[in-house]
């Protein structure tokens, strides 16, 4: 099956495409920009689901009518702060997406909290949408803590500060070979991988 990704982020496509060919599913990941590119997108539903749906349906209209769309949205959601930034994760430092000064942003913010309050999660929530209209939503969530100071250079947005239940080290630190097998977009992508390998053998 043929997936075009709502986005215009290439290391993106790059993270799915991986993701798509780990999960053995048989199916072709392809980016926005072969249809013309994403077209803008306010996210302002107020819900992951809610703003991975509104781009979706954006860019089904450049699509084939047989191909498939999938459309993600993603944040980090911190108890101390009553899940936020959340869905505002990429301009929590202001509307420039300036991943760095969010991940500073974000630091400075829960300098002092006490560690039994730094409990966190990333969220990721995907939307796939069908040739016949029909919206389905898989949700992954990554379960952690904040760390107090940034960690190790791999990845990329919150992942210095991030480190997942279960391991000693930060996302950052972990690095791609093991943040693709237990990452949010993992998780989500393992319920859509099941879900296209039911519809595709029935
Ligand atoms: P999106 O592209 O609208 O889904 O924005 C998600 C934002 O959440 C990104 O800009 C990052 O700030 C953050 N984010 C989502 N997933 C990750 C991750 O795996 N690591 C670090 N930051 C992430």
Known sequence: MKLYLASGN???????????????????????????????????????????GKKARALRPLVPRDAWVLADDSGVCVDALDGGPGVESAYYAGPQHDAAANLWKLVEVMRGVPAARRGARFVCVLVLLGPDGQEKVFEGRCEGVLLEEPRGGAGFGYDPIFRPAGHALSYAELGDAVKSRISHRAVAWAKLADYCARLTAG
């Open 10 to 52: 290439d290391h993106k496509a790059a993270e799915f495409a991986a993701l798509a060919q780990r999960s053995g599913l048989d199916a072709v990941i392809l980016p926005a920009r072969a249809v013309g590119g994403m077209p803008e997108v306010v996210e302002d539903t107020g819900t992951f689901a809610g703003n991975a």
